[in-house]
């Protein structure tokens, strides 16, 4: 027991301070932020040692996990210890990123198949009530499976061949189509 309280009380403050810049750079490495307090603690014993050099190793010790415990409980209990951390839902799931988006038909669909281009990706998509969009309609982007997207005509985009409205949509195409 002697030999580990003299090995304490020798502990000058330069190894407090790189037990605290250890710890730190393993918080950085793992950001887990259980060791950035323990961190702290050991760079503030070393403080204390360095304006106290005759401060009793074991009392050192002895602050040091108090410190750390406490200043660790009460990071976690506070606002910012309690950051949100909400993984995005889809992040891999780049398809289902583009549910609700107003898309352009790409050609005209057959069967209820064709493509659709949103941004610059070009995609593969089914409709969902098995209608079949010509080249230019906008679509709306329900779902998604794998990396093929389901689309239906979008609210207020009149079907022409079912004898809706020719009115804006119509007039557009035909303008596109005379340029």
């Known amino acids: 027991m002697d030999a580990i309280t003299q090995f304490l ?4 403050a330069w190894h407090w301070w790189a037990l605290g810049a250890v710890l730190l750079a393993l918080e950085i490495a793992s950001t887990t ?5 323990p961190g702290i603690a050991a760079l503030l014993v070393g403080v204390l040692k360095f304006l106290v050099p005759s401060l ?5 010790v002895f602050l040091f996990a108090v410190i750390a415990v406490v200043a660790t409980a009460v990071w976690k209990r506070s ?7 909400n993984t995005h839902t889809n992040l891999n799931d780049r398809s289902a990123q583009y549910v609700g988006r107003m ?7 057959v069967n209820g ?10 995609w593969c998509a089914n409709t969902v009530d ?11 982007v329900s779902g998604a499976d794998g990396a093929e997207l389901k689309v239906q ?4 985009f009149p079907d022409t061949r079912r004898g809706g409205d020719l009115g804006s949509a119509r007039v557009r195409r035909e303008g596109a189509t005379e340029r």
């Open 33 to 37: 932020q259980y060791l950035l307090w």
């Open 103 to 109: 898309v352009r038909a790409e050609e005209n669909f």
């Open 130 to 140: 098995g209608s079949s969009p010509i080249k230019g309609d906008m679509l709306r």
């Open 56 to 60: 009793d190793g074991r009392l050192a």
């Open 153 to 156: 005509l979008a609210p207020g």
């Open 9 to 12: 009380n020798n502990q000058a």
């Open 79 to 85: 606002a910012w210890g309690r950051a949100e951390r």
């Open 113 to 122: 198949r064709g493509a659709v281009r949103v941004d610059d990706t070009r």
